[in-house]
């Protein structure tokens, strides 16, 4: 299996002074081509921010990074934002969205420079993943016109669209109700079989159960890491939560 994303000793500060936190420790980390892979951890604990430093969204203050052979540090910022663009694909907390814009352009914009084929198969392909995610008729609405759990599917949408390399995700079903995750969930997995390497987020043990590892973090460093096989869910879902309890969650 092809490794795809490779960080060493990396670390993350915020702040100065008495106000300094060091939001990611000395973090070395191996992620192979096709991996389903959740972060988890007590709020805090630097999840997002090691994230953040992961997807190359953030600078991280030392150590190295590299992702699909490429190491990030060589990059300038032009060919850094060419680079996510083309390869990464994003899904934040809070979503963001172009005001005016309707749901549907602010799904196929991102990805329309890159696209080489028909734009008419961009537009269908969005259509279809609106539909999947039960967003039909709401194309031509815009952001303000939408519930929150919507716009967020928008997002996922988006990220989806261009197929990317690695999806890097940060507590994506956060703000959606059960069925909704649950969608979320299986069109992940689905994408995850077609050799998509997902990176997620999250504070829910039912959802970091439906990847195929999970590490876990504290005060910035790698605490833990499960990988599972053929467990079953249930089996999954009690060795996460054991975790967490050491983790004192």
């Known amino acids: 299996m092809k490794r795809i994303l490779t960080a060493k ?10 106000n300094k936190v060091q939001a990611v420790n000395q973090v070395s980390l191996t992620i192979q081509q096709g991996e389903f892979v959740s972060i988890m951890g007590p709020s805090g604990c630097g999840k997002s921010s090691l994230l953040h430093c992961l997807s190359a969204i953030e600078t991280i203050d030392s150590g190295s990074l590299n992702l699909l052979d490429q190491e990030i540090n060589q990059l300038s910022d032009e060919e850094l934002s060419d680079f996510r663009r083309q390869n990464l694909g994003f899904i934040f907390q809070r979503p963001t969205l172009v005001k005016s814009l309707d749901l549907l352009d602010n799904i196929i914009f991102p990805s329309f420079e890159d696209f080489s084929g028909d734009k008419a198969d961009l537009i269908q392909e969005a259509k279809a993943l609106m539909r999947r995610l039960g967003l039909e008729g709401l194309e031509n609405r815009k952001s303000h016109q939408v519930s929150g759990g919507q716009l967020q599917r928008i997002t996922i949408c988006r990220a989806l669209l261009h197929r990317p390399a690695i999806l890097f995700a940060d507590e994506p079903t956060g703000a959606l109700n059960s069925q909704t995750s649950d969608e979320i969930l299986d069109l992940f997995k689905q994408v995850n079989l077609e050799q998509m390497t997902i990176l997620m987020v999250t504070h829910d043990a039912k959802v970091a159960s439906q990847s195929r590892r999970v590490i876990f973090m504290k005060d910035g460093c790698l605490e833990k890491e499960l990988t599972f096989r053929q467990e079953s869910y249930d089996d999954r879902l ?4 054991q975790v967490m309890t050491e983790l004192g969650v």
Do not use: L
């Open 238 to 241: 009690e060795q996460i939560r």
């Open 9 to 18: 000793d990396i670390n993350k500060t915020f702040g100065s002074g008495e």
